[in-house]
């Protein structure tokens, strides 16, 4: 757990919405020096003068593509120089896109995914945890922690959002990985990873922030589902974005590793473990919802 949290520096990356935001208003509440990340001009600048007003001491505002490699090569660099290594990482960014069945999906639509959810975290462990382990080493009351947003999707594999699944467990393979690691090394660096369910944020939309983004028109009708369920799905969420950051500084002080939104969701990572040890096919996705899958095979199987 981190030794309070005034005066250290925390670096979030999609801090211009959803859970980077509200992170960033318990941290600039609580007097953190911050370095706020986002590839949204409008939304970081909100973010940031946020920060300001919030008692923010230090709040460095940066518009970054976290799956550029060089620009956030560049970030971490001006990070290094200008504050030190960040006490709290929270690698957060993250699209929800290119939905629909797994073979419709376009090399860009991997990329664009595979570049912002999994690469951005990838960036932030590779460019930020040796400055922390670093800073470890000299100081032994100096602490940190990482955290990494996956998501539910990166525990169980529901049908039509292959792309964003693949990316999401990943990320907590990664995670849980870097957890072992850190072990090895070290007793003053930790890490969590968030996995949320459905919870209203912007990431329904993700589609904004995409340069190439297909047009509406010419998305298949496995694509116009998943885009019009997601929509709805995060839409009708009961957890906020701000009880998900509370959740994300409890880990912190507990040193607990995952995190989870919906525990009720834990159900279906039950079931698929099941699967696993009894070595039997994948429990049907609709099993608790059978006319919701019996709707979507038959349009489906209309349409292809």
């Known amino acids: 757990m981190l030794n309070g949290l005034s005066g250290k520096t925390a670096v979030l990356t999609g801090a211009g919405s959803g859970f980077g935001l509200e992170c960033m208003r318990i941290a600039a509440s609580a007097g953190m020096q911050l370095v706020l990340v986002d590839v949204e001009a409008q939304a970081l600048a909100s973010a940031e003068a946020e920060a300001r007003a919030l008692g923010a001491p230090e709040v460095m505002a940066c518009q970054v593509d976290v799956s550029d490699a060089a620009a956030m090569q560049a970030l971490a660099s001006q990070v290094q120089s200008t504050l030190g290594a960040p006490h709290f990482v929270f690698n957060n960014a993250g699209v929800g896109g290119a939905g629909g069945l797994l073979w419709e999906q376009s090399v860009r639509d991997w990329e664009w995914v595979l570049g912002v959810n999994l690469w951005g975290v990838i960036h932030g462990v590779r460019l930020f945890m040796p400055m922390m382990l670093e800073a470890a080493r000299k100081d032994p009351d100096w602490q940190g922690h990482m955290v990494n947003t ?11 959002m292959g792309v964003y699944n693949v990316s999401k467990h990943a990320v907590v393979s990664l995670t849980e990985t870097l957890y072992q690691d850190l072990r090895l090394v070290t ?5 969590s990873v968030l996995c949320p369910y459905f919870v209203p944020t912007g990431i329904a939309n993700s589609e904004r922030n995409r340069p190439d983004a297909p047009d509406a028109a010419t998305l298949t009708p ?8 997601m929509q709805k799905a995060v839409s009708s969420g009961k957890v906020s974005a701000k009880d998900i950051a509370s959740k994300v500084f409890a880990a912190m002080a507990d040193n607990q590793f995952y995190i989870f939104s919906h525990p009720h ?12 040890l009894e070595l039997r096919n994948p429990t049907d996705a609709f099993a ?12 489906l199987r209309q349409a292809v």
Do not use: I, K
């Open 187 to 191: 007793d003053q660096v930790h890490c």
């Open 288 to 299: 608790s919802r059978p006319e919701l899958g019996e709707q979507m095979r038959q349009m």
């Open 150 to 160: 996956a998501s539910m999707a990166g525990l169980v594999s529901p049908p039509n």
């Open 222 to 229: 496995s694509q116009q589902l998943a885009r019009s369920m």
């Open 265 to 276: 969701a834990l159900d279906g990572v039950q079931m698929r473990m099941e699967d696993l």
